[in-house]
Nanobody, 122 residues
């Protein structure tokens, strides 16, 4: 599975962005998908995950209620809608695919996109 993330950019605090991750391969619908982020000088952290059907979603406490993960298996895409953005959301955001169940553990994800930068100004 090859992943390509897009949609990052510069936004003011309180604004919204929608990230998208396009996947290649006919087996996309069998993978759990996740979004992670890495801020400058910090370790990569879990943001959100979704199971193969889209019926189950999981969020980090820091984004719960503000971010929404969704997927379209017909289009081989997974999106991250980010609302009420805060300066602390500034990071490079990565999408990833896991063969098993959705998880917050980055080492469970075998495939990673290249990342897209989100900058939130105060």
């Amino acid at each position: 599975v090859q992943l390509q993330a897009s949609g990052g950019g510069l936004v003011q605090a309180g604004g919204s962005l929608r990230l998208s991750c396009a996947a290649s391969g006919r087996t996309f619908s069998t993978y759990a998908m996740g979004w992670f982020r890495q801020a400058p000088g910090k370790e990569r952290e879990f943001v959100a995950a979704i199971n193969w059907s889209g019926g189950s979603t999981y969020y980090a406490d820091s984004v719960k209620g503000r971010f929404t993960i969704s997927r379209d298996n017909a289009k081989n895409t997974v999106d991250l809608q980010m609302n009420s953005l805060k300066p602390e959301d500034t990071a490079v955001y990565y999408c990833a695919a896991a063969a098993g169940r959705p998880t917050s553990l980055d080492y469970e994800y075998a495939y990673w996109g290249q990342g897209t930068l989100v900058t939130v100004s105060s």
